[in-house]
């Protein structure tokens, strides 16, 4: 069986717009667009991987929300990558880019003009035809 990939991405949520983040060109799937995040570890719960790759890629602070949509797999050469993404929210905004060669904030109807990695469609689809305001997140977490 192919190595079994769990990674975790966020849709972060800011004045109606989506951040949408463009993977280092030397990365794996580089060059693409993604949401950030990364791989779940095994002790870690999702929301638990989410926090700790926003610190490493973005040294930000963030709040976790609702998940997007059912887990989505798609099979690589190197893997098959079975990512979750969920709405998110900046708490800190330094975004000192160490993953990533862009951050765009789009509007929902301009996401889905960029090349997202496979794995990512579905999310992509649905969060482009969400009702943004009704993503409610926990503030005391
Ligand atoms: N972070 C993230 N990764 C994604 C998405 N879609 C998708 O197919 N992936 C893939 C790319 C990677 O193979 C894997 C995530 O691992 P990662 O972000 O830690 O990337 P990496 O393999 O370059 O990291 P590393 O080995 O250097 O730790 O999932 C997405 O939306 N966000």
Redo the contacts with the bound molecule.
Sequence with gaps: MKKQ?N?V?AAFVENGKILATKRNDD???GTLW??????IEPHETPEQALQRELTEEFNDEIIVGPRVTETSS?EYD?GV?N?T?YYAKFLTHHFDLV?HSKVEWLNQDELGQLSW????QKAVKIVSKADLTQVKFNESN
């Excluded at 990695?117 to 990512?120: I, L, M, N, V, Y």
């Design positions: 990939i990674v991405g990365r794996v799937l993604e949401f950030p995040g990364g791989k798609h190197f990558v990512l993404v993953a990695a496979e794995a990512d």
